[in-house]
């Protein structure tokens, strides 16, 4: 079986890049002045232990941040960084990851680090032996695997090129092994380019049994590995399989999985499960934390781990694969302890590494960055561009500590900076966003099935929900959004259940609307097109109007659409309820976009003030829109005497807008505890009429003092199907509604039953909503 | 109170023509020749006394047809029509309604009129004691009658204009008192012009009492009257209600219902509702079937109608109320019984009426057909032209008995002629019309919120549901839909469930669609945009293809739109399956637009000959489209070495189209019957794992005779989730798949449960759905 020229063949170079990964990162919790924290996991998180994402690793300020499998790094780097939003926002603003491998100062006594509160009391055994067996301390150290799959199709077609194993399951297996042994045989050239922890902090080693600083004190001796007497064979599986049973059935591992290694063979739960059913995939462990990437690993790094596993699939093994295997430990050793600084003692090896990795790239035209080779052969001549000649510099001038803490920070800085987005899906609209941040936070599996839909599949064990838009699910019946589509057969209904909706009537004919001038002439009435665009074609005459005025407005209507509405103009102010499930959960107010005069700045200054607001910005990127100074604005001023150079007086209001959308520089203001409970009980029994569990109501009401019995003190204008989540969720003023939350719980109530079974009640303020009898 | 004046203020008149209309028509039901008929009132209607609009009468022969409450002359018509449609189709293709007031032939014997075999004890025993009381050959009698509402808005301006009557319902009553008091007065003219009882048939009467021809025997004393001594004042609404509680407590009236008279006031269910609730509406009684209608009755004679009641309710009535009521029937008696070639006694009178109404019409802008005032002036002119007189000299060549035969036949002809369609409601998609056309056979209340949309209102007691576009519906998750619409998390979906889908790729971009050419180039695939619309940008590749071509069709794809797909391509013939709450209620196979030939006619005459089918048409306004000979069929053609004069030899299939769309001439053939389970399993499956319960789904099926359980013998295309039904109720060949009843059905399973309790088993062998297990 000739594996390099297999790997040549053309029907095999279409799937070579073809594969699944994964990452496994662990950190410490630290505080803002860089401290191992004495907090708890965060509440916020849903804390049952087999949380997908974010999890507690040995003890409980060590947390454990587990990417989804992905089928491309893209995905992998996008789901890793918003995981480390979710931990980040959810640990609270007090609270941030340490940057290193290397713990920072631990408790002089072993004793005061905690060892993770798990809700499962195996699982807290199995830390308390590991603690005897190695010392808290060492368990304290965190790094990152990387899961890695062959693509099935790559496998497929190389299997299909030889007839020497029949069985397909064996020859993925022998992919594995071989790719291993030359992993295990070469984990050093990993250790001099990505080892990154020099140094140990305080409290660390009990004695100065270590001359540091080193290339990589985890992947040395002194760092997270078995004890000398474990030794587990890769030449066969079964000899893989037979080993580590063998170590467990003689004490000298306590579970399976205490069993260290570069890489570990992945195929079920269990070791055995691996003679069943074969390798899986393959599970990289020594690779240290980066401290200069907010995620702890680059892209760069990923991929030159992919085609280092292509790589080290193609190249030749030695003969005797125990001693091959052997041989790699032993330098690897040598390298995790050399200087930082000082040139690696296998600098010609790792040439030639590098250089057959680039020519074998050419020659299977695998695309990697530009960047890749330049980078590694920078970090070959120069000992202190890699990962642990850097932090050493670094810290030559502060200690690492000091420096770790102040990477730490600036990582903090940008998980807050812009709390409504969700790091690696910012190209999403918001809402989805926001519902992506609480699954995650909530441990709930998010599938991208279609990203540009905003299509997403949702997953609790065999619960799955599919989601667009961040609120359009499976609650909802299809007709009931059709209603809310249709103005005319919304108002229909309501109209036909006793709401007041604007008296009004629908023409698709231009000379039947001229004609019904003198049922609307002498009262406010509005017109506009059946289905509006962002108020185009729309005419209001808040006291009648003569025919020729109507005649425009008619017009003007029937150029947006085929079908108009005349109806009734409501006067009032226009309140956004947001109904969930019979609930109200949020009621806002849009105010057209204004400034507040200071006596001392012009119109044009306030505005550009007011635009600092980092929750403004262009394009439905943030929750608020930047208000413009365009046409209609000086329009708008003029006709209030206004130039963007007048200086308004001293807390007087200037409008610039007409309309009062958000999306048009509107201020969005919560008001769901000032609205009374009769106007929420017409938006609740509204919205049942409809037939609909998620919809965003629009009420207009004269004044909300007055009660809602009378039936002319409000108006209901329209309904939505996919109302906007996150102009409640981030309003201008009031308090923040979490819908989004919200739908999670409404599509998972199986989420809020398990959280009050482990003793955790959900008690979030913002997370109530209006129920209204 | 000055009603003339009132009626004629700016503020009335944008109301002046707003009112309610409703017809009750009744019709014997009579076999081709003319004969009544013997058979039960049809089963396929259900046959619950309370169906809203399909009832029976006196006899079990006596059909009355019911529209529901309109606010337009064109709705109520379009109703009516309907109704007639449904009635027709639903008695089979043996019998027809007969087109007289008069009935047909009666038995000799009167015990062999059989009295409507209704559920309710009660209503059989009423109908007992009318028989007893007037005998059974003036029950079998038929007329329309006519309910009229004036506009709430209206009545609300004039009540607005007076401060005489304080309390608005008293107002109205008043309102209706002086226009019924004014109709009874005038209601000869009504005789006069649409009386259309001239002549009676055989064992109508037990001897000849009366000199036949008149002008209508209905309306005359010989007509549906009570007994002289039933006498009822209108001069108020108190004396008219204690007058019938009387005849009733003397036993000169069954029940309050019996009392007939050319106008009732109505106001609830029992007449002494009347005095709690006042009027509320009028129902005119005395108007005679009109046999030159299909429907009985003309739009205009409704337009006259409503005009004369506003001219009634502006016109001056006589001092004494009573008088004037009585003298009233008296002239209407003289007129009925005049020779319905002779002029009428009161032409003056009717003709100044006519001035009258004219200039009224003029005066307050009411618009009304142009030919109106014609019609009547050359009625009134020339007594040939009205209803009795057309129908009097057209009998004069054949007997009244042949003529109304003739006219029943036509009428039964045009019935039948698109039972496809649903007159009255033809510019509505065919499923739409198929499915308006079950919901009033089955008896369920009908409401179009939004005609152009296909927005339905279903109404059934308390239940309603709201279908848009014949199968949108309550029953199907929004998110479903959405799954739907999107090929990609369809795919997906489905695949992850373990079906087979074709393998393929989505692309944003078009270098990433380029650089995946090797993923293809050498298996049969297709390429396409996202959106498909009507098979533009897509390109099939039945052996691989080239880069060249490959590039061509990728760059084709992108300009239909910015996302494609370039996918497996699978092998086998296209079948359709229409899945409904887990069950196959169809399953269809489309064959692209062919000809067959005969070895004598050329394709050209050939496609002329298939265009002939009635079920092919245009623009999907019949089940089945023409076929085209355009540019793509005669490149097709070209293809084939065929030109449109070719004449193909005999039973040679010669194609026009590689699409198999019905859209483009293509021939729909039912298998629902011959496509085995496991196939209907997989479809009932997958639709299943989408969430959907109303979805058609198109499955590529190699060989249907090969067990499904190799996964490679099928492939899912796509699933729609609003599939054209008519194509299943109206197929090219094979049996008719009723799938609108089928969504009646599920919508309203109560309907079922009610017709087995009345002992009517639904037993439609087209209403059978495959159950798979």
């Keep these: 079986m000739d594996i390099k020229k297999m790997l040549e063949n053309d029907r095999v170079k279409p799937y070579l890049l073809k594969a699944r990964y994964g990452?496994?990162?662990?950190?410490?919790?630290?505080?803002?002045?860089?401290?191992?924290?004495?907090?708890?996991h965060p509440k916020s998180i849903s804390t049952r232990d087999e949380h997908p994402f974010i999890k507690r690793d040995f003890s409980e300020t060590q947390m454990e941040l587990i990417t989804p499998?992905?089928?491309?790094?893209?995905?992998?780097?996008?789901?890793?960084?918003?995981?480390?939003d979710v931990a980040y926002r959810s640990m609270g603003d007090n609270e941030m990851l340490w940057p290193l491998s290397m713990p920072p100062e631990l408790p002089e006594k072993e004793e005061d680090i905690v060892i993770a509160k798990l809700n499962n009391p195996e699982n807290v055994q199995y830390r308390q032996s590991l603690s005897n067996s190695y010392g808290r301390r060492k368990q304290m150290i965190s790094g990152i695997h990387f899961n890695f799959e062959f693509g099935d199709e790559l496998i497929q077609a190389l299997f299909n090129l030889q007839s020497e194993i029949k069985d397909y399951q064996q020859f993925k297996t022998e992919i594995y092994l071989k790719t291993t042994r030359n992993y295990l045989h070469y984990q050093w050239l990993i250790t001099y380019l990505y080892g990154a922890s020099p140094s140990s902090e305080k409290n660390?080693?009990?004695?100065?049994?270590?001359?540091?600083?080193?290339?990589?004190?985890?992947?040395?001796?002194?760092?997270y590995t078995n004890h000398s007497d474990v030794q587990v064979l890769h030449s066969s599986l079964e000899k893989y399989v037979s080993d580590i049973s063998l170590m467990v059935k003689r004490g000298l591992l306590v579970e399976e999985k205490e069993f260290y290694s570069a890489v570990r063979l992945r195929g079920g739960q269990h070791v055995s499960d691996l003679k069943c059913h074969g390798v899986r995939y393959i599970e990289l462990r020594n690779i240290d934390i980066n401290p200069f990437e907010k995620n702890g690993i680059s892209y760069e790094q990923a991929e030159f781990l992919h085609l280092f596993l292509i790589y080290l699939l193609w190249k030749d093994e030695g003969n005797h694969r125990d001693e091959w295997v052997k041989a790699g430990n032993f330098y690897n050793d040598l390298v995790a302890l050399e200087h930082p600084l000082e040139h690696t003692q296998f600098e010609g090896d790792a040439k030639n590494i590098i250089d057959e990795m680039e020519h074998l790239a050419e020659f299977l035209d695998l695309t990697v960055s530009d960047t890749l080779f330049i980078n590694l052969r920078q970090m070959l001549m120069d000992p202190s561009k890699t990962l642990a000649g850097r932090l050493y510099k670094d810290s030559e001038k502060d200690s690492q500590g000091q420096v770790a803490t102040s990477i730490a920070k600036e990582n903090y800085e940008k998980s807050w900076d812009k709390p409504y987005q969700l790091t690696g899906f910012t190209d999403?609209?918001?809402?989805?966003?926001?519902?992506?941040f609480d699954a995650i936070q909530q441990g709930i599996q998010v599938e991208i099935l279609d990203r540009q839909d905003q299509f997403l599949k949702l997953q609790l064990k065999d619960h799955v929900e599919f989601v667009k838009n961040g609120n359009m699910t499976s609650k909802d019946s299809y007709v009931s959004t059709l209603i809310m589509e249709n103005k005319t057969v919304t108002k229909k209904i309501l109209h036909q259940h006793g709401f007041r909706v604007p008296n009004g009537e629908e023409y698709n004919d231009i000379d039947y609307a001229l004609r019904s001038y003198d049922l609307f002439s002498s009262k406010p009435f509005v017109v506009k097109p059946k289905t509006t665009n962002y108020g185009l074609g729309i005419s209001i005459f808040k006291e009648?109007?003569?025919?020729?005025?109507?005649l425009k407005a008619i017009t003007l209507a029937f150029k947006e659409d085929s079908s108009i509405l005349v109806e009734e103009f409501l006067n009032g102010t226009e309140y956004r309820f947001f109904v969930l499930n019979d609930k109200v959960c949020a009621v806002l107010s849009r105010v057209p976009a204004n400034i507040k005069g200071d006596g001392k700045h012009t119109i044009e200054e306030l505005v550009m003030q007011k635009n600092r607001d980092p929750l403004r910005g262009r394009d439905h990127r943030t929750p608020l829109e930047s208000i413009q100074l365009g046409e209609l604005e000086n329009l708008m001023l003029k006709g209030q005497g206004y130039r963007m150079d007048s200086i308004p007086k001293n807390d007087e209001i200037v409008y610039l807008r007409e309309n009062s959308n958000i999306s048009t520089g509107g201020d969005s203001i919560d008001v769901t505890d000032q609205i009374p409970d009769d106007y929420k009980k017409i938006a609740v029994d509204a919205v049942s009429e409809l037939g609909a569990k998620i919809c965003g109501i629009d009420l207009i009401i004269e004044n909300t003092e007055v009660p809602a019995a009378n039936k002319n003190t409000y108006g209901i204008i329209e309904a939505n199907f996919n109302p906007s989540m996150y102009m409640h969720i981030y309003p201008y003023k009031g308090e923040s509604r979490r819908l989004t939350m919200h739908i999670i719980h409404y599509l998972f109530p199986e989420l809020l039953q398990s959280q009050s079974n482990y003793g955790y009640h959900y008690k979030n303020t913002d997370l109530q909503c209006y129920a209204v009898e």
């Excluded at 990452?23 to 401290?35: A, F, T, W």
């Excluded at 499998?69 to 480390?84: G, K, M, P, Q, S």
């Excluded at 009990?206 to 985890?218: A, F, K, M, Y």
């Design 23 to 40: 990452i496994e990162k662990e950190g410490q919790r630290v505080d803002l002045s860089g401290k191992l924290t004495k907090t708890d």
């Design 69 to 84: 499998v992905t089928e491309t790094l893209d995905e992998l780097f996008n789901y890793l960084a918003a995981i480390h």
């Design 204 to 223: 660390f080693f009990e004695e100065d049994s270590l001359n540091e600083p080193v290339r990589s004190i985890r992947n040395s001796k002194y760092g």
């Design 428 to 436: 999403m609209e918001l809402s989805t966003q926001n519902l992506m």
């Design 544 to 550: 009648g109007a003569n025919y020729e005025d109507y």
